[in-house]
T-cell receptor, first 113, second 115 residues
Framework: AQSVTQLGSHVSVSEGALVLLRCNYS??????LFWYVQYPNQGLQLLLK??????LVKGINGFEAEFKKSETSFHLTKPSAHMSDAAEYFC???????????FGGGTRLMVKP | DSGVTQTPKHLITATGQRVTLRCSPR?????VYWYQQSLDQGLQFLIQ???????AKGNILERFSAQQFPDLHSELNLSSLELGDSALYFC??????????????FGPGTRLTVL
């Protein structure tokens, strides 16, 4: 069964600093990986997804993630944090049949002025 | 706005009761997913429907059931409610119901509080 682990339930950065949110996956087959963002009192919104086309995936709002098979990682980065990036971020993996998403525990990103 | 609507937004009820949560998918989407988000369990997949038929099942309790109607809206029924069922319940929809080729669009959620 696939699973994802997000290291760090809370990450705090200063405005303008690099954002790095960590996600490691476990999968017996090539995985499909996703990053979602959840703003307060809202549903989840897809930031980006890896479906084996390219290892570096660019998403919305300046975020990108790199799939590294050797490290079983799919970390999310953004060069310069903005106050509006403060939210909870979820890494997810889909099952083999592509029906369901399994989410990590989430990382709450705080951005300090 | 994702285009997925969920009602009600908030629901407060007592233990032992039964409630129904409703979801209308985005126009054109055939698949509906239900997720539960709680502090204890995090975000968990419950069940998926595609064009009226159940397609996949996750960690859904036997006290919970769902269906998708011919107009493609879906309802999640929760019965014999327990305190631990208090959570945010999300509905998501996608075009064809394949997680890695589709995009799942999430609704704003229904917050259920069981007292």
């Amino acid at each position: 069964a696939q699973s994802v682990t997000q290291l760090g339930s809370h990450v705090s950065v200063s405005e303008g600093a690099l954002v790095l949110l960590r996600c490691n996956y476990s999968s017996s087959v090539p995985p499909y990986l996703f990053w979602y963002v959840q703003y307060p009192n809202q549903g989840l919104q897809l930031l980006l997804k890896y479906t084996s086309a390219a290892t570096l995936v660019k998403g919305i709002n300046g975020f990108e993630a790199e799939f590294k098979k050797s490290e079983t990682s799919f970390h999310l980065t953004k060069p310069s944090a903005h106050m509006s990036d403060a939210a909870e971020y979820f890494c997810a993996v889909s099952d083999n049949a592509g029906n369901m998403l399994t989410f990590g525990g989430g990382t709450r990103l705080m951005v300090k002025p | 706005d994702s285009g997925v609507t969920q009602t009600p937004k908030h629901l407060i009820t007592a233990t032992g009761q039964r409630v129904t949560l409703r979801c209308s998918p985005r126009s054109g989407d055939l698949s509906v997913y239900w997720y539960q988000q709680s502090l204890d369990q995090g975000l968990q997949f419950l069940i998926q429907y595609y064009n009226g038929e159940e397609r996949a099942k996750g960690n859904i309790l036997e006290r919970f059931s769902a269906q998708q109607f011919p107009d493609l809206h879906s309802e999640l029924n929760l019965s014999s409610l327990e305190l631990g069922d208090s959570a945010l319940y999300f509905c998501a929809s996608s075009l064809a119901g394949v997680a890695h080729t589709d995009t799942q669009y999430f609704g704003p959620g229904t917050r259920l509080t069981v007292l």
